[in-house]
């Protein structure tokens, strides 16, 4: 099946640093998406992305499908970025749908 | 904005035990899954149903674990006999269809199993 690996596996910053976290896949994909797990175990959609650019406040998300590989931006970040950021994939040729996660970035924002 | 909801968000029982998660997903979608993440882990995928039937589903989704939907709102998962290693969180996903369509997900359900 699909790989996808996330990069870094931690990150640490001060309040308003910015940061880039990646996701790489293995095979064409149909469907990308970016979640932010908050510390109640929440999953909070960030993006629907399977190509190109999106922006939504201070996050941003690229992917660029034919190099397997998606870039989420966040800029001034704050304490209530902590969480996991993953990245999940549908590969091209899932018919009914199944995401495959990566192992996420774990952020940590200091004030 | 229409949401997946989930029930109970936190729900212990004692191993061996049936439990059943409930879901309720976007109303016109038609494609509907469930995720687990166990503590620390990443989320797996579990199953996916469409038109009333699995259409795909993991190893991890053995004959302790059931699916079904009941009537034309809810999605529910069973867990038959409950074990220590069933403790996770699950999450339900909805989709309008199977392809290129963004997934949407409840807020899950934590099962402790003691």
């Known amino acids: 099946g699909i790989q996808v690996e996330q990069s870094p596996p931690d990150l640490i910053l001060q309040e308003g640093a910015n940061s880039t976290l990646r996701c790489n896949f293995s095979?064409?994909?149909?469907?990308l998406q970016w979640f932010h797990q908050n510390p109640w175990g929440q999953l909070i959609n960030l993006f629907y992305?399977?190509?190109g650019t999106k922006q939504n406040g201070r996050l941003s998300a690229t992917t660029v499908a034919t190099e397997r590989y998606s870039l989420l931006y966040i800029s001034s970040s704050q304490t209530t970025d902590s969480g996991v950021y993953f990245c999940?994939?549908?590969?091209?040729?899932?018919?009914?749908?199944?995401?495959?996660f990566g192992q996420g970035t774990i952020l940590t924002v200091h004030p | 904005e229409p949401e997946v909801t989930q029930t109970p968000s936190h729900q212990v029982t004692q191993m061996g035990q049936e439990v059943i998660l409930r879901c309720v997903p976007i109303?016109?979608?038609?494609?509907f899954y469930w995720y687990r993440q166990i503590l620390g882990q990443k989320v797996e995928f579990l199953v996916s149903?469409?038109?009333?039937?699995?259409?795909?589903k993991s190893e991890i989704f053995d004959d302790q674990f059931s699916v079904e939907r009941p009537d034309g709102s809810n999605f529910t998962l069973k867990i038959r006999s409950t074990k220590l290693e069933d403790s996770a969180m699950y999450f339900c996903?909805?989709?309008?269809?199977?392809?290129?369509?963004?997934?949407?997900f409840g807020q899950g359900t934590r099962l402790t199993v003691v």
């Open positions: 996903a909805s989709s309008p269809t199977g392809g290129f369509a963004e997934a949407f």
């Open positions: 095979d064409s994909v149909n469907n």
């Open positions: 992305i399977p190509s």
């Open positions: 999940a994939v549908r590969g091209g040729g899932t018919s009914y749908g199944k995401l495959t």
């Open positions: 109303s016109n979608h038609l494609y």
């Open positions: 149903f469409y038109n009333n039937e699995i259409s795909e």
